[in-house]
């Protein structure tokens, strides 16, 4: 069984930074991983992801430039490094593994969900 969990949310300024982490286990190598965010009424949008060798890696355009995604394989950590936050970075952060291999945007093509953590962003 897969189980993800991610921490490091919190309340940031605008222009700050903020690191989240996910810790996995039950997650073979072998997996996509990505980040999420939701904020109420509203669906669950694509943030970042990376495959599973850490090659290649795909951001949403509204975080380009801003965020960073990256992974551990020896520590089953996935992390979001989050730069130049702006109020509209706000939402429930998830991570999310996918069984296949390469990266993906959409949030069907992922198989496990973590509990989300809450980002809030004050200008």
Known sequence: QVLLAESG?????????LRLSCAASGLTEEYALGWFRQV??????FVAAIDWRARDTFYA??????FSISRDNSKNMIYLQM????????????????RGKAVATGA?????WGQGTQVTVAR
């Open 108 to 112: 069907p093509s992922y198989d496990f």
């Open 83 to 98: 730069n130049s936050l702006k109020p509209e970075d706000t939402a429930v952060y998830f991570c999310a593994a996918d």
């Open 9 to 17: 949310g919190g309340l940031a300024q605008a222009g700050g930074s």
């Open 40 to 45: 109420p009424g509203k669906e669950r949008n």
């Open 61 to 66: 355009p509204s975080v380009k430039g801003r």
